[in-house]
């Protein structure tokens, strides 16, 4: 790729350049002239925030202590990453997600995603710990810490604004019209990207994995997720402490054989079946779960259902595992009798035996309508405030959860069905379900 010799001429004189003290960037002359030429040659005059983020991350050693000014980037290829920044309109992210709790598991690789332990180089490059000493020149990440979790990796490529400014400073650029308290009901707590990939691994059996399953089915939390981005005009972000992750203490012991106190990470004990099996997540599952995710079964927000139980505590989890199979299995018409075909053949059976028959009929499993007619009554105690509602037991709250995933692996695993509508699909259920009520 060329670069503009104006532009490395500019760079070039910024890495010349010395510290400027209590001047303000913005008022040194290598500096002006480099937004002169941004403005000549790309048409952004005035970037002088997104300017000072991309200059700081690609190590202008004015930034830098004496001592570490040998991480600085040469101004050649400087300048290179700086005319890629300019004209690109879409950047790599990658999202972080600690495991937190995740016992001893195999890595696998679906997609974009990668989940696994790293070793400290590994997760070193993700952090982009080369990038953050550049622009922190103080700060010490704590790269050795973090390698001790298990990890979800995803990354994906986004469309950004061409404008530097705009990115360095969004909050400048929004339309102070909008509607600021609108939602955007499709939208979850984690990026669609990240959301698609939490799905995938929550098909995975973990209620029939976990050793303790009543003590927590879940094999992992996600505390958070760190975004890092490749953006040079964005000011990149330092990773949250280790600390906010689950450690208890240990006993090691030291070449001379004396115990040494440390601490390591707690896990959610996983049966054995469970080293084995979660190979299973792999490339192939993943493009099936693409494909269904693209037709008309999955029209509905069942992935933001099944995310939100995994996300949530208490009743709140059984009831969102109850709207994602309503999500699943329900149709507007089971409410709204004028919309149901002429004849009904099913007229009688009530909007929530109607998810049950289609449960049953798509798992071929007469228990599941009765498991979740069960829960269905649950559900309607708890909304409707009956007196009397007792404390839910551990089998009870695992099969909300196991009809959830069971009913989203046997919609990923429908064969192809066009041109049918979802209507068709369903209604299909029902007549094979209904009997099985």
Known sequence: MTVPAQLVIAVENLWRMPPPGTVSLTKMPAFIKLTEVCGEIYGFPHADSAL????????????????CRDSALNPELAALKLHEALINQTVRRRHLCPLD?????PSIRFGNSVVGEFTEPELAEFLDVARLARFYPTYKPPVR???????????????????PEARALPILF??????????????????PAVEAAIFF??????????????????????PWLHTVDDDLFVRPMAPPSPDTLSLQPDIAYDRYGDEVEIERPTVNNLEDEARTDFTRMN????????????GVLFETPIVHFIVRAFLADGMDEIMAHMTAIEAGLGLEMDHRRGLRPKPDAHRNVSPSDRAAARLAALLNDANAATAYRELFELRSSYVHGRAGL???PTPLRLNARRLARKMAESLVAQPPMQPATRVQVLSNLLDRGAPLL
């Open 52 to 67: 000072s983020n991309a200059l700081r991350s690609l190590g202008a050693p004015y930034n830098l202590r004496r001592d």
């Open 101 to 105: 709790l995740c016992d001893d598991l």
């Open 145 to 163: 810490q973090l390698t001790q979790f298990r990890w979800l990796v995803v990354e994906e490529y986004v469309a950004v604004d061409p404008r």
């Open 174 to 191: 929004v339309d102070l019209s909008q509607d600021f308290g609108e939602i955007d009901p499709h939208l979850g707590r984690f990026p």
């Open 201 to 222: 691994l929550l098909l995975a059996p973990w209620e029939d994995w976990a050793v303790y399953p009543e003590a927590n089915w879940r094999a992992f939390r996600i």
């Open 283 to 294: 490339e192939s599952l993943w493009q099936n779960v693409l494909a269904a995710r693209a």
């Open 390 to 392: 007792a404390k839910i």
